[in-house]
């Protein structure tokens, strides 16, 4: 941002908004002007991939623009798709097919074997779409292991997930505990999660207090106490959700 780049400083703006947004009862003006600078600064680099996937993820979801800044929403797919189209590197792609994946009755169906030609390019993550577009247990499984084969480790948790479907629920917490130890470390929450539950969504008791008291006083200390490593096994890897 400093070196007047644009995409910095749309990112910049961004970040400090997250920050104090809680804090504001009204979008401050202060962002509405500094959005608008970023974006008439965005908009004069087509050339530049990042930041015409900045441009077409933000008339796709809208989370950080006011609406002075952007078309209507009737557009928004149609612009969104255009200015990925003219990024044209990896992660724009993935986000057309992901728009045209949500738009089937504008722009045709979307099939699995687009995601896979674009994860077997190099974006690895659209392998998930292209196993969520799959029907069984069956289909899924190979792609899962051409995924995790690429060493992409955050693969390691999707494959997880697919044992445990089938009821293999050793093999699902051996994969967990591989992705922990290999640095992704949602892989130690979801072990902790297999102990206890999800406590994050039991966090508030004065909610559903009968329900959650039921489901705390199920647990053993053992599931306590093996619930309680892995999610310190987390926090000590520095993920806030583990304390």
């Known amino acids: 941002a400093k070196s007047n780049h644009a995409v910095g400083k749309y990112y910049l703006v961004r970040m400090l908004d997250k920050i104090l947004r809680p804090y504001c009862d009204e979008h401050p003006e202060f962002f509405d002007r500094r959005y608008k600078e970023a974006f008439e600064d965005l908009k004069k680099c087509e050339d530049n991939p990042d930041a015409c996937y900045v441009i077409g993820v933000n008339y796709e979801d809208m989370l950080y623009l006011s609406s002075k800044y952007v078309e209507k929403r009737v557009l928004r797919g149609s612009n969104a798709i255009n200015w990925h189209s003219k990024g044209g590197d990896l992660k724009s792609r993935y986000q057309i097919l992901c728009l045209k994946k949500l738009r089937p009755h504008l722009y045709g169906s979307v099939t699995k074997d687009d995601f896979l030609t674009l994860g077997r390019a190099g974006f690895y993550p659209a392998y998930k779409e292209a196993f969520e577009l799959t029907t069984t247990l069956e289909e899924e499984e190979p792609i899962l292991q051409e995924v995790v084969a690429t060493g992409f480790k955050p693969a390691l948790l999707w494959l997880g997930q697919h044992y445990r479907n089938a009821d293999n629920n050793e093999k699902g917490r051996e994969l967990y505990q591989r992705a922990g ?63």
């Open 181 to 243: 130890d290999e640095g992704v470390i949602s892989g130690y929450i979801s072990l902790g999660i297999l102990e206890v539950g999800n406590v994050l969504r039991y966090i508030n008791v004065l909610k559903e207090p009968d329900k959650d008291k039921k489901h705390f006083e199920s647990l053993s200390q053992e599931q306590i106490d093996a619930g309680i490593d892995w999610f310190t096994r987390a926090g000590d890897a520095h993920h806030p959700d583990g304390w």
